[in-house]
């Protein structure tokens, strides 16, 4: 295959039940504030001290400083936004509003640094082979334009039903298309053999029930996702290297420039649109939603207000 060497269907079939206990545990932790407490602040707290020292220290493949900086970010956001929807009032506070986009251009640019590092590599580095080239840049420089395009957080609120989800309705489907494109081609440059799973299907754990499920709150679809996953690489961390599920990349460079040409030409895309909605509504993308005046935006408000 094009992306990876073979896709056994037992992996294809592991890969749909990865995608489904994602999504099913999403769903259980958002509609349940003492679900979420249970499982994003008590069990990684009793997996750092238990846990995860044995599992994930030096030698093994999440050995390194990525694999846990992002599982404890995942953690913060995950956390931040719980208190945003449950603690009174707090979602009227601008300062407050500003974390959302905060916690996520710092997990963009985590990814970003670390596509720039891996320029440097060629071989196996920490138990994972890298093949370093131009697609870093390529795919570095569409992770910052992804920071760039992010906007429309003073329209940040909480939804009015049980969940009380936060709802974001600026970051529509064109972004997040963008931000799938630029993370899959970071997992394939710099995680290649595990980004079967950490890639595409840990993206779609956070895409479908964005489009399909609760649109308007992918930033906490994506948060808890990916807390998730992170949890569990850092505990079972063989499952997606060496066990027998384990799908391997091709490591073709012309998958990597495929991936990282894609990621940025749909980032330059996005941010040539936001732009001109910029220019054209005179429109401040720090205080102002960008699009305000297009209708999946106004089918997200009325659904949640």
């Not at 970071?186 to 299907?201: A, E």
């Not at 384990?246 to 649109?273: D, E, I, K």
Request: charged fraction near 15%.
């Amino acid at each position: 295959m094009f992306l990876f060497e073979s896709v056994p269907w037992y992996s294809a079939l592991m890969g749909l039940a990865v995608l489904a206990g994602l999504i099913a545990v999403n769903e259980l932790t958002r509609r349940s504030k003492w679900a979420s407490l249970a499982v994003y602040l008590v069990l990684p707290v009793a997996m750092t001290v238990l846990v995860w020292p044995r599992t994930a220290g030096a030698g093994t493949a999440v050995g390194y400083w990525f694999p846990w900086v992002k599982t404890y970010s995942a953690l913060a956001g995950v956390l931040g936004f719980l208190a945003l929807r449950h603690v009174k009032g707090l979602d009227t506070k601008k300062l407050m509003l500003a974390f959302p986009p905060l916690i996520l251009s710092v997990n963009i640019l985590e990814a970003v640094v670390r596509d720039f590092e891996c320029l440097a590599y060629n071989g196996l580095v920490d138990g994972i082979v890298i093949i370093g080239g131009p697609w870093n840049i390529l795919n570095g420089a569409a992770g910052i334009l992804n920071i760039l395009t992010i906007a429309g957080w003073s329209g940040i609120f909480v939804s009015k039903d049980e969940s009380k989800d936060m709802i974001w309705p600026d970051q529509l489907w064109f972004w997040i298309v963008a931000y799938d494109l630029w993370n899959f081609a970071y997992v394939y440059n710099c995680i290649p053999d595990h980004s079967f799973y950490s890639g595409l299907f840990l993206l779609l754990s956070c895409t479908i029930p964005a489009f399909f499920i609760k649109k308007g709150a992918w930033l906490q679809h994506r948060a808890q996702t990916l807390a998730l996953w992170a949890m569990f690489s850092l505990t079972l961390p063989f499952f997606a290297d060496s066990s027998r599920f384990a799908v391997r990349s091709s490591h073709s460079t012309a998958a990597l420039w495929v991936v990282s040409l894609l990621a940025l030409a749909s980032n330059l895309a996005v941010f040539a649109y936001h732009l001109y909605k910029i220019l054209k509504g005179r429109l401040n993308p720090l205080k102002h939603e960008v699009y305000a005046d297009l209708a999946p935006f106004k089918a997200v408000v009325a659904a949640n207000r």
